[in-house]
């Protein structure tokens, strides 16, 4: 085995057998973390942006925080039952494509996915960045190399999906329950204290006045408006990983929609529970927060004008509620928070690849990406989905205000579509149905998914309208170029089917003779092989051909092939520029063109070495010979290896490997 090859086998495992599927299929307890971290982490986040925005219309835009949790509660409810009505009706996957797809037309799924897409990404990218501002309450060196950890993280990330969807669910099943069960003690605790025993819970940043960029003071009317509506915007980041349990259906195990929309049931119950309690205790205990690059500050009471921004809403929470009742809790608050905020990407990477296989299956984005890898799992769509997420977290370097601008305008796209097709995919089996329970059944999914459909549509024109200047074009820009690529990738392969078809009218002739030709620059072993495998393929006729390049060589070269006695005539061309390839291509031009009904076969000897550094010293004509011949038509290439000692360690460490292969 390989140095490489071991290194592989380390970091992602031993090799899976397709028919070994099955045991990568996830039970409801793995499913949750696997799928929901993303929806579930949000609730670490989408409060600080809410909060952040609201900061922008002075003291009083932090009153309508609550209002404001509540509308994105009651659209995350919405589109949960909305999706649960979308894994029955869509078990094998592929959520809002295959919807849009199927009763919206090809377009419309190639807008849905290239949105999901780019949505993707960005989820990786804003989740890692925003764990790494929440690691620095724990790890204040992390200050100014935010974007290279979360690179590091990424990659962390990469590594462990590549060992397969089962080991990555087991992997974040214990973080993500952690966080889960110690956000709602966290809520449960700070409600009881302030309620129940009474006492005074205040933040670090209740006593410190929010003061607006430009100085003025609240701001009323049509700007506050305005930032009401970026604000609701941004908490719908809340909404970010629902899809891609419809996306993941057949990950999970028998029932799998069953399954599915159990799981997706306890997301939406957990993730309202968590988003509501957090707002709520932040408005109990005066959290206030802001973003200095805005311009926006806090005055003390003192009078003092301060510009650093305070630790995140749950750090603030966490100190708060644990200090000094049980210091400890705020640890691990605060742990968990880094920790399923890193984790939340993982939904993306389970989502991405899958996606992505389903598009490939399709023809809309390369073949390779549709192929499980040796651990059975979308290898190639998980690398891809990890180099676009690192280039974009250097180029906004890490920062969670400035990448949540471009976040979520995708995923509303595909909820809006995504309803709009289920509404017609139940309309098209109401007109066929007649059992009338069954009627029962989807005229009240049709319903769910009406009111599914205007409240995505009607979030995604507000999330348009306020965050388009923000930054939210460059989204729409990225999946423009996506739909654009996809849609590129699909009218060439569909001309290469169309090229490469078999009709009555396909030539199936014989050519009529076939001219082999070697090329021979040294009379040596490796044409002495080149010359009896040629010899072997019983040509019509066989020439090689030297290309002058030196005239004493030239001169060797026949003296030796006379005396060797090969049978076979040596043909000297002239090269009056002392180059190879140029005269020889031309040499098998004419060759063609005299007899266009031929077929010229070419065999070129070639070494095979055993390093790396052999390779640029030796084939290099060999090469460009052999890839300009490629686009002649009517001309065969066949490379006859020649090997040299060099390989020998490499040719038993292949045969090696090819034994170990048979045996599995």
């Known amino acids: 085995m390989s140095v490489l090859s071991g290194v592989k086998r380390l970091l992602v495992g031993r090799r899976l057998a397709s028919n070994q599927m099955g045991e990568t299929l996830l039970p409801k307890r793995l499913a949750l973390p696997v799928f929901a971290s993303d929806a579930l982490s949000s609730v670490a986040y989408a409060p600080d942006e809410i909060l952040i925005t609201l900061s922008l219309a002075g003291m009083a835009g932090f009153m309508f925080s609550w209002p404001i949790g509540l509308m994105v509660g009651i659209v995350v409810a919405v589109v949960v039952m909305s999706y649960r009505q979308t894994v029955y009706a869509y078990p094998n996957g592929g959520g809002d494509y295959e919807v849009a797809k199927e009763n919206l037309g090809r377009h419309a799924g190639l807008t849905v996915a290239s949105a999901l897409l780019v949505d993707y990404v960005l989820t990786v990218a804003v989740s890692v960045s925003s764990g790494v501002i929440n690691a620095k309450a724990m790890f204040p060196f992390l200050e100014g190399h935010e974007a290279w950890t979360a690179v590091g993280v990424i990659v962390l990330l990469t590594i462990v999906n590549l060992r397969g969807v089962r080991d990555s669910g087991g992997a974040f099943a214990i973080p993500t329950y952690v966080f889960m069960i110690s956000m709602l003690l966290m809520i449960f605790i700070g409600l009881f204290r302030i309620f129940v025993l009474g006492h005074e819970l205040l933040s670090e940043t209740a006593n410190l006045e929010v003061v607006r960029p430009d100085g003025s003071g609240d701001l009323v009317g049509w700007a506050l408006i305005a930032i009401l509506a970026r604000a609701f915007s941004s908490g719908c980041a809340a909404l970010t990983g629902v899809e891609a349990i419809s996306n993941g259906v057949p990950a999970f195990k028998p029932p799998k929609s069953r399954n599915a929309s159990t799981v997706l049931g306890a997301l939406g119950l957990i993730a309202i529970t968590m988003l509501l309690g957090i707002i709520a205790l932040a408005n109990l205990t005066k959290v206030h927060l802001i973003d200095e690059l805005t311009g926006t500050h806090y005055i003390n009471e003192a009078g003092e004008t301060i510009h650093t921004a305070a630790t995140t809403v749950v750090g603030q929470l966490a100190a708060v509620v644990f200090s000094d009742w049980f210091q400890p809790g705020f640890y691990i608050m605060v742990a968990a928070t880094m920790l399923i905020l890193f984790l939340a990407a993982n939904t993306a990477f389970n989502g991405f690849p899958a996606l992505a296989s389903i598009l490939a299956r399709d023809s809309y984005l390369p073949v390779q990406l549709h192929t499980r890898g040796d651990r059975l799992a979308f290898s ?208 098998v031009s004419q060759l063609r063109t005299e007899n266009p009904r031929d077929v010229v076969s070419v065999f070129i000897p070639e070494y095979v070495v055993g390093h790396w550094w052999e390779q640029v010293l030796h084939n290099q004509t060999a090469l460009m010979i052999r890839t300009r011949l490629h686009f002649m038509q009517g001309v065969m290439v066949t490379s006859v290896p020649y090997q040299l000692e060099s390989s020998d360690r490499r040719r038993d460490r292949a045969r090696t490997l090819t034994e170990n292969q048979v045996r599995r």
Not at 434 to 461: C, E, F, H, K, W
Not at 515 to 535: D, H
Not at 562 to 581: C, N, Q, W
Request: overall charge positive; aromatic content about 8%.
């Open 380 to 587: 190639n769509g998980i690398l891809m989905l990890s180099v676009a997420a690192i280039v974009l977290v250097l180029a906004f370097n890490a920062s969670v205000t400035a990448l949540i601008q471009l976040y979520v305008v995708g995923v509303f796209i595909s909820f809006t579509l995504g309803q709009i097709g289920m509404v017609r995919h139940w309309t098209g089996t109401l007109r066929t149905e007649r059992d009338p329970a069954v009627r029962r059944r989807q005229q009240r999914s049709r319903v769910i998914n009406i009111v599914g459909a205007t409240m995505t549509g009607v979030v995604l024109i507000v999330v348009l309208i306020s965050k388009f200047t923000h930054g939210a074009y460059l989204a729409l820009v990225a999946m423009g170029l996506m739909y654009v690529l996809m849609l590129g990738i699909s009218n060439h392969y569909r001309a290469v089917a169309e090229e490469v078809k078999l009709t009555p009218e396909s030539d199936r002739a014989l050519p009529s003779r076939v001219r082999a030709v070697i090329l021979a620059q040294n009379v040596n072993l490796p044409a002495i092989k080149a010359i009896a495998f040629a010899r072997a393929t019983r040509p019509t006729t066989l020439t090689a051909v030297c290309v002058a390049i030196d005239d004493d060589q030239v001169e060797t070269i026949l003296d030796e092939w006379e005396a060797e006695d090969f049978g076979i005539p040596l043909k000297v061309i002239a090269s009056p520029y002392r180059e190879v390839t140029g005269p020889f291509l031309k040499f």
